[in-house]
């Protein structure tokens, strides 16, 4: 489900490990936001919109759920995460 969010231009990378990953969002030529953006907390707030609870760490949204989660569970966090992302930062790519 991960490998789903590289389609979004502003994600960066995505790391995990078990069932705890970090997507990492920058500008699609991969230069960083300016820290004083938020940007991470800003789409933390959006999935919260959503109906999924996350934080952020810096610009990486942590995705952290229960070793109990059903597929349809993770489905809908990394649906809200998609939809969050560009919720936020895809008014950037409208000139």
Known sequence: LLEG????PFVHEIR???FVAGIEVRHPDGTEFPWAERTGAKICL???RHGLLT???LD???F???LCTTDAELEFGINAIR???TEVL??????
């Open 55 to 57: 934080r952020p760490v």
């Open 60 to 62: 990486t949204i942590v």
């Open 16 to 18: 995990h490990l078990g």
């Open 64 to 66: 952290m759920p229960p």
């Open 46 to 48: 959006a999935a919260r």
């Open 90 to 95: 895809g008014r950037t790519l409208i000139k």
């Open 5 to 8: 969010l590289r389609d979004i």
């Open 83 to 85: 939809q969050s992302i």
